[in-house]
Each structure stands twice: as structure tokens, then as C-alpha cells.
């Protein structure tokens, strides 16, 4: 089993910046891929970016040149910078631990980007 636990968001205006973290805890060294995701109201659960275990990377086209997505497999944890925020970048933000066969979610974390 894997425990993640999201921290950092919160209310930010339009060109401002926040940085999200997760901290797994229990079985991390089953984790193969993290990933952010984002749900904003009324709308599907959307992958935002996504990283495995040597470090490769993907992003959702919306959040591109934006938004970074680093790890660190030793310590359990992975982070995501998010600069250069948009209005359409409100959403409650989770954290997901894939393992094979598992895949795990943390409780989630509210983004605001308004004025």
C-alpha cells in the first residue's frame, strides 16, 4: 500500500506561480510512474503531467513550457511548478502513484488562479 499526501495549493492570481508536493509514504519503492492530475468542476479528471522511474516526462498540451514535474524516487515524493498560471488552470489537483497493478490517489488539493 501507498499513502500520498498533496500539499501547496491555494488562491494565486492570473501570471503567478505555485509549486504542489507529494510525499508517499508505505510501499515507494513499488512506484513506477507519478503523475499530477487535475478535475475542475463539471469536468473529467485530466492527466497534467506525468514522470517515471528514469526521469521521462510528459505534459498535457495545455500546460507545456508551464509546468515542471520532478521527483524523487529515494525520498518518495514529487512535485510539481506551475508558472505563467491561467484562470483555466483552476482545479482540485491530485497526486497519482502508479505500481503494477496498483494505482494509488492522494485526497487532493484546490488550485484558485483568479483576480
Known amino acids: 500500500q501507498v499513502q500520498l499526501v498533496e500539499s501547496g495549493g491555494g488562491l494565486v492570481q492570473p501570471g503567478g506561480s505555485l509549486r504542489l508536493s507529494c510525499a508517499a509514504s508505505g510501499s515507494i519503492f513499488s512506484i513506477v510512474v507519478w503523475g499530477w492530475y487535475r478535475q475542475a468542476p463539471g469536468k473529467q479528471r485530466e492527466l497534467v503531467a506525468g514522470i517515471n522511474l528514469r526521469g521521462s516526462t510528459n505534459y498535457a498540451d495545455s500546460v507545456k513550457g508551464r509546468f515542471t514535474i520532478s521527483r524523487d524516487n529515494a525520498k518518495g515524493t514529487v512535485s510539481l511548478q506551475m508558472n505563467s498560471l491561467k484562470p483555466e488552470d483552476t482545479a482540485v489537483y491530485y497526486c497519482?502513484?502508479?505500481?503494477?497493478?496498483?494505482?494509488?490517489w492522494g485526497q487532493g488539493t484546490q488550485v484558485t488562479v483568479s483576480s
Open positions: 497519482n502513484a502508479a505500481a503494477p497493478g496498483r494505482s494509488y
